[in-house]
């Protein structure tokens, strides 16, 4: 479904990307992880070019497009096949919690209001915010802001989700709901790539994890294989940092 082909990126002198190969299937749920500065976010922004990579292709459900030579319309296509969760929610603070949720559909996807309101209030049952419909933003938990933006990117139907850090900005105890809605997106089959620092998590929910140092894929492969049984050295070294007790209440 997504093919990831030799993706190089560069900011200046600093190579941060260096020829990444990756595939990812329907259905799957594949967890980046690695340490600050490995390149996980960077090669995630790649996927729909948010950054444009310096070299490689991008190909999502028959749609291949050259990084390098892309024109603007195959890079719209390709976005309309993805939905973004940021770290930092990226609400629009002055609209409420619905219309967060229908500014793409209308805009975007040219839905009509009504037909815009009602994917909206269907995405917001799923998140558990079908009471916060005429919220806005300053009046949310990090937790339900950051709901809000994963209903905003469901409701654009995408053929995946892309995950960037989605819980590195709330508080400890806001953790868990935030992940439990991400699981519970998980069962119903849609194809996910989550940027995480939550190991648990990754262990639990994702089918596939990826380890990334230095720009390039370190470790792939089954959770229980990469967390159980590493077999590249610096995978060791990375995952000795965290606790044993990766479990969380999701």
Avoid at 7 to 15: A, R, V
Avoid at 186 to 213: L, Q
């Amino acid at each position: 479904m997504i093919t990831l082909s030799n993706i190089h990126k560069s900011f200046g002198p600093q190579e941060v990307l260096k020829g990444i190969d990756l595939t990812v299937d329907q259905g799957d749920v594949v967890a980046i992880l690695g340490p600050s500065g490995s390149g996980k976010t960077t090669l995630l922004r790649c996927v729909n070019f948010l950054e444009r990579a310096d070299e490689g292709q991008v190909q999502i459900s028959g749609l291949t497009v050259d990084c390098k030579h892309a024109r603007k319309h195959d890079i719209v296509q390709l976005r309309r096949k993805t939905a973004m969760v940021f770290q930092h929610y990226n609400l629009f603070k002055h609209k409420t919690v619905l219309e967060n949720v229908t500014e793409g559909l209308i805009i975007a996807q040219k839905r009509s209001k009504a037909d815009a309101r009602t994917r909206a209030l269907h995405v917001l049952e799923q998140v558990g915010l079908s009471d916060k419909i005429n919220a806005y933003p300053s009046m949310l938990s990090g937790g339900q802001q950051q709901r809000v933006g994963i209903a905003r990117a469901l409701a654009l139907n995408p053929e995946v989700i892309l995950f960037d850090e989605p819980t590195s900005a709330l508080d400890p105890e806001l953790v868990g709901e935030v992940l439990a809605v991400i699981r519970n997106i998980a069962r119903e089959g849609i194809t996910m790539i989550v940027v995480t620092h939550e190991m648990g998590f990754a262990r639990e929910v994702a089918n596939r994890v990826v380890f990334m140092d230095g720009g390039s894929v370190v470790e792939e492969g089954a959770p229980e294989e990469v967390f159980s049984r590493p077999q590249q050295e610096r995978t060791r070294q990375f995952l000795s940092r965290y606790s044993s007790d990766w479990s969380y209440v999701i």
